[in-house]
């Protein structure tokens, strides 16, 4: 079983930054399956930022250029950079695998608001 704790969120006005963390434990070795995800309300949670070939970023077209995905793969801990955020980013963000099929739970998450 893998648990994943994300934090970081909060209020934050349209234009503005925040970097996400979130420390995975358990049966897990390496932050290279893991990824971003977030559900805003009223909506499906949608993969937002995941590790591509090569442990580059790959990201949905709503937060290309805007959010940039890391980690620390000894520490099991990734980050998500978000800039330029805009009302429609708000949302609750969670951690967890890139793949439906490896994921069993879902943590807390943290959450964001962008706002004026």
């Known amino acids: 079983q893998v648990q994943f704790v994300e934090s970081g969120g909060g209020l934050v006005q349209p234009g503005g930054s925040l970097r996400l963390s979130c420390v995975a434990s358990?049966?897990?070795?390496?932050?290279?399956?893991m990824a971003w995800w977030r559900q805003a309300p009223g909506k499906q949670r949608e993969l937002v930022a995941q590790?591509?070939?090569?442990?580059?970023?790959m990201y949905a077209n709503s937060v290309q250029g805007r959010f940039t995905i890391s980690g620390d793969n000894a520490e099991i801990t990734i980050y998500l950079q978000m800039t330029d955020l805009k009302p429609e980013d708000t949302a609750v963000y969670y951690c967890?695998?890139?793949?439906?099929?490896?994921?069993?739970?879902w943590g807390q998450g943290t959450q964001v608001t962008v706002s004026s």
């Open positions: 590790f591509g070939s090569g442990k580059v970023g």
């Open positions: 358990g049966a897990i070795s390496g932050i290279y399956n």
């Open positions: 967890n695998f890139f793949h439906p099929a490896s994921i069993r739970s």
